[in-house]
């Protein structure tokens, strides 16, 4: 990547951040036939893309606050990503347990609905329960006072190993993308974008990068680059925190979700079945520091606790959870009171200077916020008009079975083969971005994460040629870092 980077001249195409959207408009802009190049200061999917509650959903909450145009929009997205990233994104089913005689009718047909809007891109007939038949698909569901529920189906997926895929994808079409690379400058030419200054953090080296267009895909740093490129700039983005608890199945054994449609928050709670494990989320909690390793607080986690153990039978304590992450939502900003009722569209923007700027937006409608900032970029910046194929276009791995994403029972061999894959193939620099995003080890269980550590840091100082000092510090990093996750 680093050769490729030095022989080309001038790019048609230079993305900066290596998230859901940035990874999403290298795929667009490549397989369009443009010269591409991205650049990550961390690793990709390092933030809020691999921070999220696995969904691929339209947006039950979205349908609440009567935000029409987004569901539709998200739901179709949904059908064409289940399409096209089948190893990673699979038909989830969800109950909405009712509690009160006016929420089998309210959520039934607020469901039917959702079901009308995806059309023939529905995963599935959402249906009205009996207790019985309820109890049946949620067991430990809390069984006082339930007076059956409704089912609806909803895509779930493995958002780290997406992002992963969607960088491979570019890279086939020729992009070339660098993680550890950080744009640190904009080059302007009679008050024009003309490139980017790039540190690469692991070598030490300085590159100075010539582009057609520059775009801002920086998620909850994009105010950041946006005040690179104008000291002036006033923020855009109001950061939102949402953190997830992983516990075991026995809290929700079976293949089903959970969806409660209100917290006292009024956001959605969710208990979500994920790599035999069952994650539980999300919060809502306005952020000031925007940082790239966020951590989840007290009471947010006691939030979770205390409403999920409305529930269910068996009521999760602290010793039940295996890990704790934390996410932040780059929300535009409106005058609105609560971060949960801002609202999850995004915003494309042209500065004077040039720089495209996407902000806002979510995983699951990555592909089509993709495909209007290249078009931008068209009509705007003066690339040549070239038609978007993504909507057919599938992510590399489709035809593979599910990736390994947990390493718990693996024999040392089967370890060594994964690790070796991730560095040569998936560009993995750390380990954490073998134990956290190339497998989801961090995620589905930190103490086990922190054990293998040492581990990890032996097979791959081997394959990336590293010394000692790389392996202690590696392992140190990780274990600061991973303290983190655990409680």
């Avoid at 993308?177 to 070598?203: F, M, P, R």
């Avoid at 409660?260 to 009024?266: A, C, N």
């Avoid at 599910?402 to 024999?411: A, C, D, F, K, Q």
């Avoid at 202690?472 to 991973?482: G, P, S, V």
Wanted: hydrophobic share 40%.
């Amino acid at each position: 990547m680093i050769q490729q980077l030095q022989s080309q001249p001038e790019w048609d195409i230079c993305i900066i951040g290596g998230g859901a959207t940035g990874l999403g408009a290298a795929v667009d802009a490549a397989s369009r036939g443009f010269k591409t190049v991205l650049f990550e200061k961390y690793d990709f999917g390092k933030g809020t893309s691999s921070r999220s509650t696995k969904l691929v959903h339209g947006g039950v909450r979205y349908l609440q606050q009567g935000n029409i145009k987004l569901v539709m929009e998200a739901l179709k997205e949904r059908g064409l990503l289940l399409h096209n990233a089948p190893h990673l994104v699979h038909n989830q089913k969800f109950v909405v347990p009712n509690y009160k005689w006016w929420e089998k009718p309210f959520y039934g047909i607020g469901l039917k609905i959702y079901d009308w809007m995806a059309g023939s891109l529905g995963l599935g007939p959402s249906e009205l329960l009996s207790k019985e038949e309820i109890l049946a698909l949620a067991p430990t569901l809390e069984p006082e006072d339930l007076m059956g529920g409704v089912v609806y189906h909803d895509g779930q997926f493995d958002d780290a190993r997406l992002a992963i895929d969607l960088a491979k994808t570019a890279a086939y079409y020729n992009a070339v993308l660098l993680n550890y690379a950080a744009v640190n400058g904009l080059l302007k030419k009679d008050n024009k974008l003309i490139g980017v200054t790039v540190n690469d953090t692991i070598s030490g080296h300085n590159y100075t990068i010539h582009a057609k267009v520059v775009i801002n895909a920086t998620g909850v740093f994009t105010d950041h680059i946006m005040q690179l490129d104008d000291a002036a700039h006033e923020p855009i983005i109001t950061a939102s925190q949402g953190i997830h608890i992983v516990v075991d199945k026995e809290f929700l054994p079976g293949d089903t979700a959970i969806m409660i449609p209100r917290t006292d928050d009024g956001r959605v709670l969710f208990a979500v079945p994920w790599h035999n494990k069952i994650v539980l989320g999300t919060t809502d909690t306005a952020i000031d520091t925007i940082t790239e390793e966020p951590i989840a607080q007290k009471q947010e986690i006691d939030f979770i606790l205390t409403h999920i153990s409305r529930y269910l039978t068996k009521d999760p304590q602290y010793s039940d959870i295996r890990s704790i992450f934390a996410g932040l939502r780059p929300l535009i900003k409106a005058n609105k009171k609560t971060t949960a009722a801002l609202s999850r569209e995004h915003l494309i923007d042209v500065a004077g200077s040039g720089l495209l700027t996407i902000a806002g937006g979510k995983w699951t409608t990555y592909r089509k916020m993709a495909e209007e900032v290249i078009d931008t970029a068209i009509s705007k910046l003066n690339l040549p008009e070239r038609k978007c194929i993504t909507k057919e276009l599938r992510i590399q791995g489709h035809d593979q079975p599910s990736p390994i994403v947990s390493i718990e029972g693996l024999t040392d061999e089967e370890l060594a083969a994964l690790i070796q894959q991730s560095v040569q193939q998936e560009l993995c620099m750390t380990v954490e971005d073998f134990l956290s995003r190339r497998t989801r080890q961090l995620l589905l269980n930190a103490e086990l994460a922190i054990q293998k550590a040492p581990q990890v840091a032996t097979i791959m100082a081997q394959y990336l040629a590293k010394d000692e000092s790389w392996k202690t510090e590696q392992i140190n990093n990780f274990r600061q870092l991973a303290h983190h996750y655990t409680f």
